[in-house]
Protein backbone atom coordinates (compact mmCIF):
# COMPACT_ATOMS: atom_id res chain seq x y z
CA UNK A 1 0.00 0.00 0.00
CA UNK A 2 1.23 3.54 -0.38
CA UNK A 3 2.94 5.47 1.82
CA UNK A 4 1.25 7.25 4.71
CA UNK A 5 -2.00 10.66 3.85
CA UNK A 6 -0.68 13.51 3.22
CA UNK A 7 -3.26 16.54 3.69
CA UNK A 8 -2.43 19.98 1.42
CA UNK A 9 -3.66 22.26 3.55
CA UNK A 10 -3.75 26.42 5.05
CA UNK A 11 -3.97 26.77 8.34
CA UNK A 12 -6.76 27.88 10.19
CA UNK A 13 -7.79 27.79 13.92
CA UNK A 14 -11.76 27.72 14.42
CA UNK A 15 -13.46 25.80 17.98
CA UNK A 16 -16.79 24.26 17.13
CA UNK A 17 -19.72 24.48 19.67
CA UNK A 18 -22.66 23.22 20.25
CA UNK A 19 -25.56 23.79 22.70
CA UNK A 20 -28.85 22.73 23.48
CA UNK A 21 -31.81 24.26 25.22
CA UNK A 22 -34.97 22.19 27.43
CA UNK A 23 -37.55 23.20 27.57
CA UNK A 24 -38.97 21.50 31.08
CA UNK A 25 -37.51 19.26 33.88
CA UNK A 26 -38.93 15.81 32.21
CA UNK A 27 -37.20 16.70 28.85
CA UNK A 28 -34.04 17.99 30.61
CA UNK A 29 -33.74 14.33 32.53
CA UNK A 30 -34.28 12.60 29.59
CA UNK A 31 -31.57 14.56 28.20
CA UNK A 32 -28.97 14.10 30.69
CA UNK A 33 -29.48 9.97 30.61
CA UNK A 34 -29.39 10.60 27.06
CA UNK A 35 -25.64 12.56 27.34
CA UNK A 36 -24.78 10.16 29.89
CA UNK A 37 -25.17 7.20 28.08
CA UNK A 38 -23.63 8.99 25.03
CA UNK A 39 -20.66 9.84 26.93
CA UNK A 40 -19.89 6.45 28.29
CA UNK A 41 -20.12 4.99 24.29
CA UNK A 42 -17.93 8.38 23.29
CA UNK A 43 -15.14 7.46 26.44
CA UNK A 44 -15.34 3.62 25.53
CA UNK A 45 -14.62 4.21 21.51
CA UNK A 46 -11.63 6.54 22.62
CA UNK A 47 -10.38 3.96 24.46
CA UNK A 48 -10.89 1.11 22.35
CA UNK A 49 -8.93 3.39 19.36
CA UNK A 50 -6.26 4.64 22.16
CA UNK A 51 -5.42 0.62 22.95
CA UNK A 52 -5.22 0.39 19.14
CA UNK A 53 -3.14 2.92 18.12
CA UNK A 54 -5.56 4.70 16.22
CA UNK A 55 -5.56 7.99 18.14
CA UNK A 56 -3.10 9.62 20.52
CA UNK A 57 -3.54 12.56 22.75
CA UNK A 58 -3.21 15.64 20.80
CA UNK A 59 -1.45 19.45 21.39
CA UNK A 60 -2.85 20.45 17.92
CA UNK A 61 -3.91 24.01 17.14
CA UNK A 62 -6.34 22.06 15.29
CA UNK A 63 -9.30 21.34 17.01
CA UNK A 64 -12.26 19.87 14.29
CA UNK A 65 -15.86 19.05 16.63
CA UNK A 66 -17.07 15.09 18.07
CA UNK A 67 -20.64 14.39 16.86
CA UNK A 68 -22.67 11.73 17.98
CA UNK A 69 -24.76 10.39 15.37
CA UNK A 70 -27.53 7.64 15.62
CA UNK A 71 -27.73 4.54 13.98
CA UNK A 72 -30.37 2.76 12.24
CA UNK A 73 -30.40 -0.11 14.84
CA UNK A 74 -30.91 2.31 17.44
CA UNK A 75 -27.56 2.66 18.60
CA UNK A 76 -24.93 5.78 18.15
CA UNK A 77 -21.25 6.43 16.58
CA UNK A 78 -19.18 9.38 17.06
CA UNK A 79 -18.12 10.83 14.03
CA UNK A 80 -15.70 13.86 13.74
CA UNK A 81 -16.77 17.60 11.29
CA UNK A 82 -14.19 18.03 9.22
CA UNK A 83 -15.94 20.30 7.14
CA UNK A 84 -13.89 23.55 7.78
CA UNK A 85 -10.79 21.19 6.89
CA UNK A 86 -12.34 19.97 3.91
CA UNK A 87 -12.62 23.33 2.22
CA UNK A 88 -8.69 23.60 2.91
CA UNK A 89 -7.84 20.45 1.64
CA UNK A 90 -6.48 20.19 -2.18
CA UNK A 91 -8.89 17.99 -3.73
CA UNK A 92 -7.65 14.28 -5.17
CA UNK A 93 -10.63 12.08 -6.39
CA UNK A 94 -9.59 10.18 -9.78
CA UNK A 95 -12.79 8.25 -11.16
CA UNK A 96 -14.11 5.07 -9.09
CA UNK A 97 -14.80 2.44 -10.94
CA UNK A 98 -17.84 2.25 -12.61
CA UNK A 99 -20.86 0.04 -11.12
CA UNK A 100 -21.96 -0.90 -14.88
CA UNK A 101 -18.63 -1.88 -15.84
CA UNK A 102 -18.25 -4.22 -12.57
CA UNK A 103 -21.43 -6.24 -13.07
CA UNK A 104 -20.62 -6.66 -16.42
CA UNK A 105 -17.92 -8.65 -15.53
CA UNK A 106 -19.84 -10.79 -13.27
CA UNK A 107 -21.98 -12.23 -16.11
CA UNK A 108 -19.46 -14.56 -17.68
CA UNK A 109 -18.79 -15.81 -13.96
CA UNK A 110 -20.68 -18.40 -11.99
CA UNK A 111 -18.87 -18.18 -8.13
CA UNK A 112 -18.36 -14.26 -6.84
CA UNK A 113 -17.84 -13.37 -3.38
CA UNK A 114 -17.76 -10.24 -1.41
CA UNK A 115 -15.01 -9.44 1.11
CA UNK A 116 -15.24 -5.91 2.95
CA UNK A 117 -12.47 -4.64 4.33
CA UNK A 118 -12.92 -3.97 8.95
CA UNK A 119 -12.17 -1.04 9.38
CA UNK A 120 -10.89 0.59 6.05
CA UNK A 121 -9.29 3.48 6.63
CA UNK A 122 -7.78 3.15 9.34
CA UNK A 123 -5.46 0.63 7.81
CA UNK A 124 -4.00 3.67 6.19
CA UNK A 125 -1.11 5.68 8.16
CA UNK A 126 -1.25 9.45 7.92
CA UNK A 127 2.19 10.79 7.82
CA UNK A 128 3.49 12.98 10.93
CA UNK A 129 3.22 16.03 9.46
CA UNK A 130 0.07 16.10 8.95
CA UNK A 131 -1.57 14.18 11.38
CA UNK A 132 -2.11 17.71 13.99
CA UNK A 133 -5.00 18.16 11.13
CA UNK A 134 -7.04 15.15 12.08
CA UNK A 135 -6.97 17.06 15.31
CA UNK A 136 -10.36 16.97 17.39
CA UNK A 137 -11.79 18.07 20.92
CA UNK A 138 -14.78 16.64 22.80
CA UNK A 139 -15.15 16.63 26.59
CA UNK A 140 -12.61 13.86 27.38
CA UNK A 141 -9.68 16.23 25.22
CA UNK A 142 -8.09 16.77 22.58
CA UNK A 143 -7.35 13.90 20.07
CA UNK A 144 -5.88 13.32 16.68
CA UNK A 145 -5.65 10.20 14.40
CA UNK A 146 -2.75 8.28 13.71
CA UNK A 147 -4.56 6.57 10.94
CA UNK A 148 -7.10 7.82 8.11
CA UNK A 149 -10.04 9.31 9.61
CA UNK A 150 -13.47 9.00 8.24
CA UNK A 151 -14.48 12.35 6.99
CA UNK A 152 -11.49 13.48 5.26
CA UNK A 153 -12.73 14.55 1.46
CA UNK A 154 -9.48 12.74 -0.24
CA UNK A 155 -10.40 9.31 2.09
CA UNK A 156 -11.81 7.50 -0.30
CA UNK A 157 -9.51 8.48 -3.36
CA UNK A 158 -6.74 7.31 -0.81
CA UNK A 159 -8.20 3.78 -0.07
CA UNK A 160 -8.96 3.54 -3.71
CA UNK A 161 -5.54 3.85 -5.08
CA UNK A 162 -3.89 1.72 -1.97
CA UNK A 163 -6.19 -1.10 -2.16
CA UNK A 164 -5.76 -1.28 -6.14
CA UNK A 165 -2.35 -1.43 -5.79
CA UNK A 166 -2.13 -4.03 -3.43
CA UNK A 167 -4.27 -6.34 -5.44
CA UNK A 168 -2.73 -5.21 -8.86
CA UNK A 169 -1.47 -8.65 -9.70
CA UNK A 170 -4.93 -10.13 -9.58
CA UNK A 171 -6.73 -7.26 -11.05
CA UNK A 172 -4.17 -7.40 -14.18
CA UNK A 173 -5.52 -10.99 -14.65
CA UNK A 174 -9.37 -10.09 -14.28
CA UNK A 175 -10.51 -11.85 -11.03
CA UNK A 176 -10.28 -9.49 -8.77
CA UNK A 177 -11.90 -6.08 -9.00
CA UNK A 178 -12.38 -3.58 -5.86
CA UNK A 179 -14.36 -0.43 -5.14
CA UNK A 180 -13.02 1.24 -1.96
CA UNK A 181 -13.47 -1.00 0.84
CA UNK A 182 -15.30 -3.96 -0.82
CA UNK A 183 -12.79 -6.45 -2.36
CA UNK A 184 -14.73 -8.53 -5.38
CA UNK A 185 -13.79 -11.90 -6.70
CA UNK A 186 -15.31 -13.79 -9.28
CA UNK A 187 -14.33 -16.78 -11.31
CA UNK A 188 -16.10 -19.58 -13.12
CA UNK A 189 -15.66 -22.54 -10.82
CA UNK A 190 -15.17 -22.78 -6.71
CA UNK A 191 -12.07 -24.48 -6.82
CA UNK A 192 -10.48 -21.23 -9.03
CA UNK A 193 -12.37 -19.28 -6.11
CA UNK A 194 -10.98 -20.50 -3.24
CA UNK A 195 -7.44 -20.10 -4.86
CA UNK A 196 -7.62 -16.23 -5.63
CA UNK A 197 -9.38 -15.97 -2.01
CA UNK A 198 -6.15 -17.42 -0.54
CA UNK A 199 -3.82 -15.06 -3.34
CA UNK A 200 -5.73 -11.97 -2.16
CA UNK A 201 -5.09 -13.16 1.97
CA UNK A 202 -1.18 -13.15 1.31
CA UNK A 203 -1.10 -10.21 -0.70
Not at 8 to 27: F, M, P, Y
Not at 112 to 122: M, N, Q
Not at 171 to 195: A, E, M, N, P
Request: proline share 3%; charged share 30%.
Amino acid sequence: MEQGIKFNTAKISKRLQSSTQTGSKQSLEKEENAKFEASKIVREELDRQLKAGIIRRSKSEWNAALRIVDKKDGTIRITVDYKPLNRLIKGDSPPLPSIKDLFNKLVECDVFSRIDVKSAYHQIPVEEESIKYTAFICEFGLFEYLSMPMGIKTAPAWFQRSIEDAFKELKIRKTVDVYIDDSFVFTICRIYGLQFHEQMLLE
